[in-house]
């Protein structure tokens, strides 16, 4: 999902695995009921054994995801020194002796990725303004043509543009509920970016999704459904995350199943307090 802000910083694509294989398997065991977990076994078990073609493609998708995990993407190895970089991988995996003595020459060495990383931040974040530049006068050009065709997508102060299908009833969002919602993300072209399961809504904090589902979400009750184009500085602005370039305005489809307020503690007097206290 990408409503949440805290997917700007984490891409949703990460993955995570027990540390150990025997870890998941006793954990799932114990959640389980007994035949259950004897009949996954016995499957497990009848599971033809994998083909090489398939345990290579587990090692490379492995390898894709600690490169791209690390961060080693972002020193923008080309040429030679990719290759460098392979061959110090096929040592390693050879049990060979270090390049280097890694004692004498770890200091130069954090210093030149320092120096790297440093400098190639700085070209990508450039190449990203100019990437959002365009995308925001795109999207701006987009959302103006919108509005003069259909008169009744309205706009707000913050420039957040809405159409309201349905209304709802009076059960209002407020910054402290949840909600439950159906959804879908599209780009300005009408390809799809995210959506949620039409038969099971997401549950969603008000607080941690991105301000122009926040400000479109206070515009209708329980029940209702609103379209929502948003704009980069109410959506993702430049950050450049999976399937959402930098600066994008965004389109988002949402049906407002369910509002939920938090619980509120009941609070008694001192002397009810007290005549709780008292022994029988």
């Not at 009848?46 to 998708?61: D, G």
């Not at 303004?129 to 006068?137: I, L, Q, S, Y």
């Not at 029940?223 to 965004?250: F, K």
Request: with cysteine.
């Amino acid at each position: 999902m990408k409503l949440f802000k805290q997917l700007l910083f984490i891409s949703s694509s990460v993955v995570t695995f027990p540390l150990y294989a025997g870890e998941a398997a006793s954990t799932a065991e114990g959640i389980q009921n007994p035949p259950v977990a004897e009949a996954a076994k016995n499957a497990n078990e009848a599971k033809a054994p994998l083909s090489q073609e398939q345990k290579l493609l587990h090692f490379k998708t492995l390898g894709w995801m600690q490169f791209m995990q690390s961060g080693l993407k972002n020193l923008d190895m080309q040429g030679q020194e990719a290759e460098a970089f392979m061959a110090g991988i096929k040592s390693a995996l050879n049990n060979e002796k270090a390049p280097c003595d890694l004692g004498a020459s770890m200091d130069d060495l954090q210093k030149f990725m320092q120096e790297r990383f440093s400098e190639n931040e700085k070209k990508r974040q450039a190449e990203i303004k100019t990437t959002a530049a365009k995308n925001r006068a795109a999207g701006e050009a987009w959302l103006k043509d919108v509005l003069s065709k259909d008169s009744s997508i309205k706009k707000t102060l913050s420039g957040l543009a809405y159409k309201i299908k349905r209304s709802g009833n009076k059960a209002r969002v407020a910054d402290e509920d949840k909600v439950e919602i159906l959804y879908v993300g599209k780009r300005i072209d009408g390809s799809v970016f995210d959506r949620s399961d039409n038969k099971k809504p997401v549950t969603l904090n008000i607080k941690n999704v991105i301000a122009g589902i926040k400000e479109g979400l206070a515009l209708i009750g329980e029940g209702g459904e609103i379209v929502l184009y948003t704009p980069d500085n109410l959506a993702y602005g430049e950050y450049d995350i999976p399937d959402i370039p930098a600066g994008s305005t965004l389109v988002f489809e949402i049906k407002l199943q369910k509002v939920i307020k938090p619980v509120q503690e009941e609070t008694a007097t001192p002397a009810a307090k007290s005549e709780a206290q008292k022994p029988n």
